[in-house]
């Protein structure tokens, strides 16, 4: 029979693409692997158009990007006169604004200041509670654990208004620390979910294993433990980073001019000036520039960072 | 893992608590005094104890930001999560399409949510946005800063642009830890691909997707900044979600009684989630 024949050269194919068990079993032959191999084959050819749905969605994804790009390289007589879909003179005058006029990109500074001391005191306050999570059994453990989900998942709208009127008491409005600070409310559950998330998957007979060798628990904590779980402080960073840098609301009711975040230069320049579109655009696409630089290390472990390390 | 007790963790975790009840607790009490409290002006404070409270309750602005941010979230979920469920088991498993399906779909939830705001706000501008001047060329009548509905429209579709890349990659985490040997006891069962879905795939995924629904509806339901740059909440009052308007309220009138009772009432809701998400949470690690 044809079909037959068709069925063992296609499991042959089978035996290189697929493992080892699988493709043992089809080549012994019989009618009802023969079968099963035809069916095999017509699984994968359904699957020859995997790309089709994935691509749709990135073209959806990419568009407004693309635009935004787009109208980044354009004066801003050519965003409003003609409709076009690339630049047809493309210049580099918006970048260069950006890059010569300090209440732009102090704006950057502003932003990169506050959000990188946010990092470190998330993770470095995180770290040891993470730690107790992890390993211990303490009163009221559970409760507090919960007590920092809350304040992951409280709205900032909420914390506004007292955020401003408690750093105005301690005189640190307009300051990168008062920011810094208020984003420890998100940032700070956060890093302890994700670092206890990743903490647990190591096993605790190399804490114990340690203390019988002689190390103390500060050394084995540096020298063994953090290097064990190097990637997930690497992901908490990152999602600290990460929050911090897209925050606005906090951010900008904290600050009026000296600490101010590129965000809000944005909404500023949005709502007063004549619309500086190509400028806007310039300042977005560089906005997006930092996720973009290290999304590429942390790809596998977006969803375990986003779901707090439960994943 | 079998945990140890021991009360001198307290310690450790003692920076962060310092931290956190320094950011939340103080700022969560001022809210608190100004809800059951009246002013004057100047630092007069009279108590007034559940007034605001009452007041909140009664009140119409109120109810219609939350039914405007409930039917939102809503919509948002019955799109996002069988939308992102259909990409994901659409994902490849292998190859070089794995990390640039994850790099590209990722994108989005990286860039500064004003920023989000921003670019849908050019790309649906009818004069210089592709999506607005593409609809109007082909005879559409859109127009997101006049029409609630084209309003509406353009903050969903956002929306669904910003985070159903969330729940794909979490259904795509859920997808790839089931073992080949389901798959093959399938076909030899001749399962079609409906009970493939149904029986494998999906039971497989119900963890990631309570994440992905609870996270998906909590932060709707707080969403400010995307609607707020591309809309302000209007026209007139049509995209004013419950964030939106306690700003206005505290920020813009300076109302602190009735924000304050507000955000009070917002923050139960929130803990009562929390507490869901907190549940789930636990019982499945203890399952597993």
């Given amino acids: 029979m044809a079909g037959t024949r068709d069925a063992v050269v296609n499991a042959d194919k089978d035996q290189m693409m697929r493992n080892a068990p699988a493709a043992e079993r089809t080549a012994h032959g019989g009618l009802a692997d023969a079968a099963l191999a035809r069916r095999m084959r017509r699984r994968g050819e359904e699957s020859r158009f995997w790309w089709v749905v994935p691509t749709i969605y990135i073209i959806f994804l990419m568009l407004p990007i693309y635009w935004l790009i787009n109208m980044s390289f354009k004066s801003n007589q050519e965003i409003l006169g003609a409709f076009s879909l690339w630049p047809q003179n493309p210049t580099l005058r918006n970048y260069s604004v950006i890059f010569t006029d300090p209440s732009w990109y102090k704006g950057y500074i502003n932003s990169i200041i506050y959000v990188v001391m946010n990092t470190v005191i998330s993770i470095s306050v995180a770290l040891p509670a993470a730690y107790a999570f992890s390993r211990y059994r303490f009163l009221g453990d559970k409760h507090l654990f919960f007590w920092l989900l809350t304040n992951r998942m409280a709205p900032p709208a909420v914390f506004a208004l007292p955020f401003f009127q408690l750093y105005s008491a301690f005189g640190l409005i307009d300051t990168h620390i008062a920011v810094a600070l208020a984003h420890c409310l998100f940032n700070v559950p956060l890093a302890v979910w994700i670092l206890e998330g990743f903490m647990s998957g190591v096993p605790k007979e190399i804490d114990e294993t340690a203390y019988i060798d002689g190390y103390s628990f500060p050394r084995f904590f540096v020298k063994i433990f953090v290097p064990l779980i190097a990637s997930g402080i690497g992901v908490a960073a990152f999602f600290t980073f990460m929050f911090s840098w897209v925050e606005l609301l906090i951010a900008r009711t904290l600050t009026t001019t000296d600490a101010k975040p590129i965000a809000a230069i944005m909404t500023r320049t949005v709502s007063a000036s004549g619309m500086d579109w190509g400028v806007l655009a310039a300042a977005g696409v560089l906005t997006i520039i930092p996720g973009a630089l290290v999304i590429w290390f942390v790809r596998n472990y977006i969803a375990k960072g986003f779901a707090l390390g439960r994943v | ?288």
């Fill in chain 2, 1 to 288: 893992m079998e945990k140890t007790w021991n009360n001198k963790a307290w310690f450790m975790v003692l920076p962060v608590l310092v931290l956190v009840a320094f950011s939340a607790v103080i700022p969560l009490m001022t809210v608190v005094n100004y809800s059951v409290q009246d002013t004057f002006g100047g630092n007069q404070f009279f108590w007034a104890g559940a007034e605001w409270f009452e007041e909140m309750l009664h009140s119409d602005r109120f109810w219609a930001a939350m039914g405007r941010n409930l039917i939102f979230s809503a919509i948002i979920l019955s799109i996002q999560i069988p939308l992102g469920i259909f990409i994901a088991l659409n994902m490849p498993r292998k190859g070089w399409g794995v990390p640039v399906c994850l790099v590209l779909m990722a994108l989005p939830l990286l860039i500064p949510w004003n920023v989000v705001g921003t670019i849908w706000q050019v790309f649906g501008r009818i004069d210089i946005g592709l999506l607005g001047y593409t609809l109007h060329a082909l005879g559409f009548d859109y127009n997101y800063v006049n029409d609630p509905f084209d309003a509406w429209v353009t903050v969903i579709v956002m929306d669904v642009w910003h985070w159903t890349s969330l729940v794909v990659l979490l259904c795509y985490a859920g997808l790839v830890s089931i073992p080949d040997a389901f798959y093959q006891a399938a076909k030899i069962d001749g399962a079609s691909r409906w009970a493939v879905f149904r029986y494998i795939q999906l039971p497989k995924m119900q963890r990631v997707l309570l994440i992905a629904v609870l996270l998906r509806f909590m932060d709707s339901f707080m969403i400010y900044t995307e609607p707020f740059v591309v809309t302000g909440g209007g026209p007139g009052n049509s995209t004013t979600f419950l964030s939106i308007d306690l700003v206005k309220m505290a920020v813009g009138q300076f109302d602190l009684g009735p924000a304050a009772a507000m955000s009070i009432i917002y923050f139960l809701i929130v803990l009562l989630l929390s507490w869901v998400f907190y549940t789930v949470m636990t019982n499945y690690d203890v399952e597993k």
